[in-house]
């Protein structure tokens, strides 16, 4: 069955640190893979996908990813955190017109 | 820059009440999509919506739920008869291609329901 799993429910990073959220999934296919973040009282907001080619993928506001089909991995990293990056980080699966989705990730920032 | 807007963004109802959320997709998009998602889970597939027509639905989309594009622009989820376990954050979304996995979902800021 095709699913998602974010092992992490919430993660706590001092403003400044490296960040790395982990996604693995489950997929039949060639899995097309994005992150999006919610801030709080926001939608839902795409911060980078992977279709082929590059299995680093640069997003918006300084994050990557990287796809490792032999682990069936999709994390999500950034350098160096923000506070403003304080927010729920979804990993989603595309299929052919819909999207599955991980539970989420909590992002806690320690100022 | 062209967003996908929601209303209401919250409302408050009675078990048992009809419902309708709605939506202005982005203009020149042509597919339409509403998720919802429980407090404290993950976010689920509703169904979409192509040309007039539900290209795909899930389970949970049953004889409750209708979607309809009224207009030009909007685009309604209405809930027939509301039960407790339709609290929830319901967003909408569009794109522009039909496969998910070629384009990209832009997506309204939710609406919540609240069914006491």
């Known amino acids: 069955a095709q699913s998602v799993t974010q092992p992490d429910i919430h993660i706590t990073v001092s403003e400044g640190a490296s960040l790395e959220l982990r996604c693995n999934y489950s997929?039949?296919?060639?899995?097309?893979l994005f992150w999006y973040v919610q801030s709080p009282g926001q939608g839902l907001q795409l911060l980078l996908k992977y279709f082929s080619g590059d299995t680093l993928v640069q997003g918006i506001k300084g994050f990557e990813a990287e796809f490792k089909r032999s682990q069936s991995s999709f994390n999500l990293r950034k350098p160096s955190v923000h506070w403003s990056d304080a927010a729920e980080y979804f990993c989603a699966v595309g299929g052919n017109y819909q999207l599955i989705w991980g539970a989420g990730t909590k992002l806690i920032i320690k100022p | 820059e062209p967003e996908v807007t929601q209303t209401p963004s919250h409302q408050v109802t009675q078990m048992g009440q009809e419902v309708i959320l709605r939506c202005v997709p982005i203009?020149?998009?042509?597919?339409f999509y509403w998720y919802r998602q429980i407090l404290g889970q993950k976010v689920e597939f509703l169904v979409s919506f192509y040309n007039n027509e539900i290209s795909e639905k899930s389970e949970i989309f049953d004889d409750q739920f209708s979607v309809e594009r009224p207009d030009g622009s909007n685009f309604t989820l209405k809930i027939r008869s509301t039960k407790l376990e339709d609290s929830a954050m319901y967003f909408c979304?569009?794109?522009?291609?039909?496969?998910?996995?070629?384009?990209?979902?832009?997506f309204g800021e939710g609406s919540r329901l609240t069914v006491l």
């Open positions: 203009s020149n998009h042509l597919y």
């Open positions: 997929y039949g296919a060639t899995p097309y």
């Open positions: 979304a569009s794109s522009p291609t039909a496969r998910v996995a070629t384009g990209e979902l832009f």
